[in-house]
């Protein structure tokens, strides 16, 4: 395209040649016609130019825009996992779930979806009719009206067994294709199903420890297509061990079935890490059926309910008392009529001396009247500041996304420090006064319970030093001696030097402590000399069996066997050694102190 | 000489091409073979996923339980079934016994030093700590037929 062009085409444009008539003529015109079409005149060029940038331009920007559109809007999410479940990967892949000793808890495997694509079939009726001959379980209906929509995209049914798939596969109806999916499953049915949680059809969180996977990034990830396989995806680890897990659930339905109890829940918490080592609640529920597992009646009795945790809460009281120097382990107690008058409230003794006792007395004896007299000794502000300090005031927060407000009084005046102080008015989760058991039993360190495995090491980086090693060890004394003498004998299993504390509250029914609906708890820790293990039971108003208590169906006659149980159950699975010898010197501080029976606690 | 060094250009670019279209068809071939695998690699995982699952849904807790319960006469380990190694008795001494073959064979034991009790193998194991699985309770059944009761897993060894 030169600016010769024109002088070019203009010399080789054939003169007409005269004679012949019209026709030459017409050609001529035609071919000059021609020729002009494709020559590039300068003058005109300008314009043809900017016409043909103009064109161009347009489809760019349309392109363009249209690509910014694309990406900022996305789109809705019917459509998306639509589009998603094209691509073939229709759920969420997760993470393996291992107990501590890499058990599988829950895992992924492959299963097959049928989907339908109602544009597409043409004939829907016998669509309907094929399919629900093949899977009767479908409601035709249903099916009808889902094929009947105008959607691209519907599920017919969500995993499927491969026979099934082979019999649908034979119908051979257009419009009906599978996809891969990925189920979870729970292998071990409801063995720690409070713990695990469950994931729901597309493979998503709905609670437990499977939320909190979800929370911790997993659906990002997912959402953004970088997981493929499951390999891709370090398993979790929890501190959950399956065969102590199994043995608390055994023997939890079994008192449950014995005392005729609403509810009851057991856990074992590894005093030296914080680790959970098994947590059961019943009832419960199976996690690879979750249909009634959101139900009020199921819900994780250690984490979620708050209760009154009766005189068990005397361990705190006792363990404020000494830490706070004002009161040490030989200090007296005045208990004599049984009766503290305050203000127009009666506190009453349950098992009374009715004499002045020491203050290993006040524990072995769960004296009503020596606790509250030790927490009016500290006063409402110390009190308050110690229940803190020991957690108890404020939600406990672990790795299960559920959890619960402890309940406070609203004004906290001196008559509620006395009932605080053997257990009553003051609400909260089990799991957080095991927490604060623990951290007295450790020596003083308090550490936020775990669901996920840790060592010792990195539990004492976060742990919170609370109390002093010397009331540690006087609270362990008298944990000890409450096993010997006390009324924590029922759960005095031999070899492993067991310490522990009954606590029974009256139930609270419409603003009243009811004295027959009892929610009884225990708590032991094993070995005493150098706790490693703090094992929990809590039951819901459990009947006397009159034949073993006659009447009594206080702590220690329920909880107290049901801990017991666990124990010499479990301390083999766990591999605490059995102390044929009883322990050396436990106690060095309380027998040069001279504590009420420090020589006594072996007691076997 | 130029026609010769035509020739060999249009032989090095016969060459060349021909290798670019094996090496494209090789590569071809190995990205197949790349991907078979792969999805062979994945149809195994997954396999091995529904295994595992099978494996622990065949060995939870509960099922075994009730297997042993309706199977077997075993008993969970208590503090009953625990002993020391000291509470075992002793090994019973059974004199030199390739001695008494030879007498049984008829032949005459000459240079065979005096009899010496080897320590048996348990003693030999280290004995600070006692083993907390039930297989010493089992060991000191077949020592005495009585059953063991908690006390009797804790007599003095009278025997040694």
Known sequence: MSQAAPDDARDDAPAPVPGQAARPA???????????????????????????????????ATLMGRLVVMASFPDDPVTASARRA???????????????????????????????????????????????????????????????????????????????QAEVHRLGIPGVGFLPDHKRVYPNGTAAAHVLGFANLDNVGIAGIEKYIDKTGLKDLNSLGFIEKAADLAPVQLSIDLRAQHAVRDELAWGLEHYRAKAAAGLILDVTTGEVIALASLPDFDPNDPADALSPDRINRMNVGVYEMGSTFKAMTLA???????????????????????????????????????????????????????????????????????????????ELPESAEPIIPPRWTEINTITIAFGHGLAVAPLQA????????????????????RGEA????????????????????????????GSAKKAAIPYYFVGGKTGTAEK????????????????????????KYLFVTIMDEPQAVAAESGGYATAAWNSGVVTGRVIARVAPILGLPPQFDPPVRPFPLMVKLGAYHANQVDGR | ???????????????????????????????????????????????VAVLRAEWQLLTRPDRLQAAVDKYLTLEPVGTVHLGRLADLPARPDRGDEIARKLEALGLTATATPAARDKPGPTTSRPAEEPRTTGSTAARATSARPTPVRPASTRTPTATR
């Open chain 1, 320 to 398: 404020m008392a000494l830490d706070s120097g004002k009161y040490s382990v030989n200090s007296t107690f005045d208990t004599r009529g049984g009766v503290l008058n305050w203000g127009r409230q009666k506190i009453h003794e349950y098992h009374g001396t009715n004499r002045v006792i020491t203050m290993p007395e006040v524990f072995t004896h769960s004296s009503n009247i020596g606790s509250a007299k030790m927490a009016l000794g500290i006063g409402v502000t110390g009190h308050k500041a110690f229940l803190r300090k020991m957690g108890l005031l404020d939600r406990l927060r672990t």
């Open chain 1, 458 to 485: 990195e539990a004492r980086e976060k742990a919170v030093p609370v109390l002093s090693p010397q009331t540690s060890e006087a609270m362990r004394f008298i944990m000890r001696l409450n096993a010997v003498e």
């Open chain 2, 1 to 47: 000489m130029i026609r010769l060094l035509h020739l060999a250009a249009i032989a090095g670019l016969i060459a060349s091409a021909i290798y670019a279209y094996s090496i494209k068809y090789d590569t071809l071939y190995q990205a197949e073979q790349v991907a078979k695998l792969k999805t062979r690699l994945r149809k195994e995982r997954e396999a």
């Open chain 1, 86 to 164: 094209e691509a073939g990967g229709t759920t969420q892949i997760r993470p393996d779930i291992l107990d501590r000793n890499g058990e599988i808890l829950a895992t992924d495997i492959r299963t097959v979806s049928i989907f339908a694509e109602p544009k597409n079939i043409y004939d829907k009726d016998e669509a309907v009719e094929l399919l629900t001959a093949v899977l009767p379980e479908i409601n035709a209906r249903d099916l009808r009206e889902k094929l009947s929509s105008k959607k691209g995209f519907v599920w017919v049914k969500r995993e499927i067994t491969p026979k099934q």
């Open chain 1, 508 to 531: 609270v029914i419409r603003g009243r402590y009811v004295k027959n609906r009892l929610f009884t708890t225990f708590m032991a820790a094993a070995p005493m000399d150098k706790p």
């Open chain 1, 26 to 60: 017409l050609l001529a015109t035609l071919r000059t016609g021609a020729r002009a079409m494709f020559r590039l005149s300068v003058e005109r060029s300008a314009a043809r130019v900017g016409l043909v940038t103009l064109v161009f331009g347009a489809v760019f």
């Open chain 1, 434 to 453: 095991s927490a604060a058991v623990a951290a007295i039993a450790n020596g003083g360190f308090l550490m936020t319970p775990t669901f996920l495995k």
